[in-house]
């Protein structure tokens, strides 16, 4: 167990289902990450958190919406997605910037199929 | 933060051996860091070096910085067949960026 936990672990949806992601830390870190990672692609940063505040929006289409209501929890929301969107979808934490910075923590990623 | 590029793609070896992954990037950096991805499962960091550090050891990793070639490099001796895995660096602090990263197999 690293401290960062994510459920659930595998997800089948049809596209015109409505899902969430969950991801929780106990690491007392005041930033969190999602992340996606399709089949032979680079992972792909999808959003960032300071302190509860999105700093970060990659581009990322509109058919996935973060929520971080707390410092130690990060949702993803999932709506309408294409099959295109099946992937591994990691979440993230770490402490903030500078000597206080060791690096990230992640889950274990939810495994995503749309069909 | 910038994206680190991780050399070679892939890498075979016999269990016992060393393997050896190279990480190349471009600005300048305040830290380096080296991270493992079992298929299929989240990232696990390894190893974090600072750029006034040249060298890092933890246990069976060996992390060296070369900070004027903006290169760095990971070895894992008496590799074990449980080290198969994907291998990333990252530099600099958040919002981290990966590479493709080297995939190391480990032959039992």
């Known amino acids: 167990e690293t401290g960062v936990t994510q459920t659930p672990r595998h997800l089948v949806m049809g596209m015109t289902n409505k899902k969430s992601l969950k991801c929780e830390q106990h690491?007392?870190?005041?930033?969190m990450y999602w992340y996606k990672q399709s089949a032979k692609k680079p992972l792909e940063l999808m959003f960032v958190?300071?302190?509860?505040?999105?700093?970060e929006n990659n581009s990322v289409p509109s058919r996935f919406s973060p929520e971080c209501p707390n410092s130690s929890h990060l949702f993803l929301h999932l709506h309408t997605l294409q099959p295109e969107d099946s992937a591994l979808y990691l979440c993230?934490?770490?402490?903030?910037?500078?000597?206080?910075?060791?690096?990230?923590?992640f889950g274990s990623g939810t495994r995503l199929t749309v069909v | 933060s910038q994206q680190g590029e991780e050399d070679p793609q892939a890498l075979s070896i016999q269990e016992g051996e060393n393997a050896t992954m190279n990480c190349s990037y471009k600005?300048?950096?305040?830290?380096l860091q080296w991270y493992r991805q079992n298929s299929g499962r989240g990232l696990v960091h390894l190893i974090l070096?600072?750029?006034?550090?040249r060298e890092k050891h933890s246990g069976r990793l060996r992390v060296t910085l070369d900070t004027s070639k903006k290169s760095s490099s990971l070895l894992i001796t008496a590799s074990r067949a449980a080290d198969t895995a994907s291998y990333f660096c990252a530099t600099g602090n958040t919002p981290l960026v990966f590479g493709k990263g080297t995939r190391l197999s480990v032959i039992a």
């Open positions: 600005t300048s950096i305040n830290n």
């Open positions: 958190y300071n302190f509860k505040e999105q700093t």
């Open positions: 070096i600072r750029s006034n550090e």
């Open positions: 690491l007392g870190h005041n930033a």
């Open positions: 993230a934490s770490s402490q903030a910037q500078g000597d206080t910075f060791v690096g990230y923590t």
